[in-house]
Nanobody, 120 residues
Framework: QVQLVESGGGLVQAGGSLRLSCAASGRIFGMESMAWYRQAPGKQRELVAAISSGDRTNYADSAKGRFTISRDSAKNTVHLLMNNLQPEDTAGYYC??????????????WGQGTQVTVSS
């Protein structure tokens, strides 16, 4: 009923930039918040950045000053601009949405993930 599709991952050298995008579609009545998480091999999934319906943002300490999250509410999309990428940023990046469906339910949804690899 709701799908999240990420794009924009890839291979980049240290110091480079990437822009991730996530589009939510389906039976969406209202979007509460959207976020990006990441998971490196052998590690737990962690929050990178989040943005609320009121455009309040929250960043992990590792992302502050380098990453910027933004959203297009009309299109139910969220973007993550990542600058000055470092090898430790290498991970699978996952889009997350907390929303109301047209059926009146409030649920969490995850995308399939997009790989970001930063070479030194």
């Amino acid at each position: 009923q709701v799908q999240l599709v990420e794009s924009g991952g890839g291979l980049v050298q240290a110091g480079g930039s990437l822009r991730l995008s996530c589009a939510a579609s389906g039976r969406i009545f209202g979007m509460e918040s959207m976020a990006w998480y990441r998971q490196a091999p052998g590690k737990q999934r962690e929050l990178v950045a989040a943005i609320s319906s009121g455009d309040r943002t929250n960043y992990a300490d590792s992302a502050k000053g380098r990453f910027t999250i933004s959203r297009d509410s009309a299109k139910n999309t969220v973007h993550l601009l990542m600058n000055n990428l470092q090898p430790e940023d290498t991970a699978g990046y996952y889009c997350y949405a907390y929303l109301y469906t047209t059926g009146g339910q409030r649920n969490n949804y995850w995308g399939q993930g997009t790989q970001v690899t930063v070479s030194s």
